[in-house]
Every structure is written in C-alpha cells, then in structure tokens.
C-alpha cells in the first residue's frame, strides 16, 4: 500500500514572480517526465502523495521550502508544464486555486471523453476528498486548492490545501487511490476539543456517523466508496512558524 499524509505550513501571502513560476514549470516538467520515463506514471502519483517528497520537489524547482505557497506554485507549475503533453504522457492534472478548483469536475469529465476512465466516479472521489478534509475532519481548515492528478489508467493523487487565518497555518492533505479502502474511515488524525473527538471520519465517531439521518455518512457515502479507497498510514510535516 502507498503511503498519504499531510504538512502543517506557515502561511505566507504574495505571488510567485513570472520568471521563477516559468522556471519553476520548465524545472518540474523536466522531472516529472523523468520520473514517469524510467519508474511509470503509478511511482510518479506515489511520490506526489508523500508530502516529503513534495516538499523537497518544490524546493528543488524552486520554491521556498518554508511557504504554503509552495503546494499553489507546485502543482499550478505542474498543471502547465504537463497538460499540453498530457495526452502522450498519459497524466493529467486538473483543479487549482480557487474558481480554478471548481472546474476540476467538467476537466475530469472531459478527460474520460478522451480515454477509458469513468469520469463520474473520478467526480465523486474528487468531491468526496474535498468534502472531507474541508468538513468532516473538523480541523479548522477551510480548503482553497484542489488539484486533482489522474492517469489514463484510472489511478489518482489529490493534492488539496487549506488555511487557518487565525493560527496563521496552511495544511496540505494528500490522497492516493492505492493507499485508501475507505473514504470514511480515519483519513487522517482527528481534532480535537477537551478530548472529545470532533472528526467524523474517526473510527471512534462511527456511532455518531450512524445516526445522522440527515447527513450523507449512512448511505451516500457508503453507496460512493471504493473497495480501494483508509489510509493505512499517515506521513505528516509540521513546520515551525520561524526558519530554524
């Protein structure tokens, strides 16, 4: 099983100059494809879904290692770099930041139109991972980007980060469909307040998730799971808020 995990940034503003996000795609692009040419488009989703590997990739192409900002220009450096060979590579990123985001549904929808893959059932994954780091989680953390990373084989990495303008931190969660069995079940560390559990995908709130009549827990996201789809283990980078 491949691993997922998270990273706990300091959350910084600002814009990544031209020069740099036009190096930055032609550096990430070079890489990418190496890693596709000699390992296979499954070892590059793997190494996207381990936020260490991440981490150190964006740092290599350019970015600061210390910044959220580093999971925007990624994946934003990614997405154009990548796209315009997307069909010869057979990998394809759709999402970002933002209205971007919103678009990753009719951009998965129109890669299933040009090969095999079921474009619904890559929505609803898409949905669902958003929907459950940003809500049923409960850390704090609302979601900004999204970015969504599929092959023409139907495998897929999700990449999505949210903010918490009050502890002034950004949390990047990742998802790999070779490392999930199921949606509902500890995705990831649950919050918590006073010791009571607040995340409703922790096993410990199964009780709880079983008598929301109202909510989509019982059914619609039992009937939308993947045999595939927990994450075994979870790979976790908590920055300091001060360079050391």
């Given at each position: ?12 503003g600002g814009r990544v100059p031209p020069w740099l996000a036009s190096r930055m795609a032609t550096l990430g692009t070079a890489i990418a494809e190496s890693v596709i ?67 990753t549904p009719d951009e998965l929808r129109s890669i299933a139109d040009r090969t095999s893959v079921d474009g619904e059932a890559l929505v609803r994954t898409s949905r ?117």
């Amino acid at each position: 099983m491949k691993r997922s995990g998270s990273a706990d940034l300091p959350l910084h503003g600002g814009r990544v100059p031209p020069w740099l996000a036009s190096r930055m795609a032609t550096l990430g692009t070079a890489i990418a494809e190496s890693v596709i040419h000699h390992y296979g488009r499954a070892a590059f989703l793997s190494r996207l879904s381990d936020p260490f590997w991440f981490q150190a990739f964006g740092t290599v192409m350019g970015m600061d290692w210390h910044s959220s900002g580093i999971t925007t220009s990624v994946m934003g450096a990614l997405k154009r770099g990548l796209n315009p060979r997307a069909d010869e590579l057979g990998l394809y990123i759709c999402g970002g930041r933002g209205e971007q985001s919103r678009r990753t549904p009719d951009e998965l929808r129109s890669i299933a139109d040009r090969t095999s893959v079921d474009g619904e059932a890559l929505v609803r994954t898409s949905r669902l991972t958003a929907r459950i780091d940003n809500n049923a989680i409960a850390d704090g953390f609302q979601i900004y980007l999204h970015s969504f990373v599929v092959t023409r084989e139907g495998e897929w990495a999700v990449v999505q980060q949210g903010m918490n303008e009050g502890m002034r931190l950004a949390r990047r969660y990742h998802w790999h469909s070779a490392a999930v069995r199921d949606f509902t079940a500890n995705p990831t560390r649950p919050s918590s307040v006073n010791h009571v559990v607040r995340s409703a995908t922790w096993s410990m709130a199964a009780p709880s998730r079983r008598r929301m009549p109202c909510s989509p827990w019982p059914e619609r996201i039992r009937q939308e799971r993947s045999p595939r789809c927990a994450v075994l283990s979870c790979r976790r980078i908590m920055m300091s808020a001060r360079r050391t």
